[in-house]
């Protein structure tokens, strides 16, 4: 023989191809087909938004407190906790007191 591989190897090197592509043809089988999810749908938004969402940009690159990013940061933390609508009030019977979960 003038090759350096016997003959045995590669029919051993063939065969375990052959069983790594039936493996793989296998569990592409077996796994069932799953849609692939649909992209996050983004609203535009509106001209607030884009005058908020600017001005975080701003004042994301400033190093001294600026009262403007203060107010800026203040309206995105209520607009993220959704603290925008009033609350329900509700009729206590002229219970002044504050709740006692309340925060101060």
Same mark, same amino acid.
């Given at each position: 023989m003038l090759h350096g591989t016997s003959r045995t190897a590669k029919i051993?090197?063939?065969a375990a191809l052959a069983g790594l592509m039936m493996t793989v043809a296998t569990v592409a089988a077996v796994?069932?087909?799953e849609? !692939?999810? !649909?992209?996050?749908?983004?609203l535009p938004a509106?001209?607030?938004?884009?005058?908020l969402a600017r001005e975080l940009d701003r004042c994301a690159s400033? !190093?001294?407190p600026d009262s403007g990013c203060e107010?800026?940061?203040a309206a995105n933390r209520r607009?993220?906790?959704r603290q925008d609508e009033p609350a329900p009030a509700t009729e206590r019977g002229g219970d002044t007191a504050p709740d006692e979960g309340a925060r101060p």
């Open positions: 051993a090197g063939i796994q069932p087909d849609p !692939t999810p !649909t992209p996050p749908l983004v509106d001209e607030g938004q884009a005058r400033l !190093t001294m107010a800026a940061w607009r993220f906790f």
